[in-house]
């Protein structure tokens, strides 16, 4: 079974966020100390996951964004 990619962004994020939750707790030294380390690992594979993954896609840049479409325009210099 392949774990996507995405849910490595979503458990790093949650790593990190549950971090600084438990620094602002003023949680224990050695608790804070050991999640930064296995955080700072995680986002290294994260990283490594995110820029091997096979995605493709059609979109160029003239296809702006996608979230917001626009259509096809012609870029003109002034």
Not at 3 to 28: E, G, R
Not at 29 to 58: E, H, I, P, R, W
């Amino acid at each position: 079974m392949k774990i996507s990619v995405m849910s490595y962004v979503v458990v790093a994020t949650f790593l990190l966020v549950t971090l600084s939750i438990m620094v602002a707790m003023d949680m224990p030294l050695n608790l804070v100390f050991y999640l930064t380390c296995l955080g700072q690992v995680f986002v290294v594979v994260m990283a490594y996951k995110v820029l091997q993954d096979k995605y493709d896609t059609d979109k160029t840049f003239e296809d702006f964004y996608e979230d917001h479409p626009i259509g096809k325009q012609k870029i003109t210099l002034l």
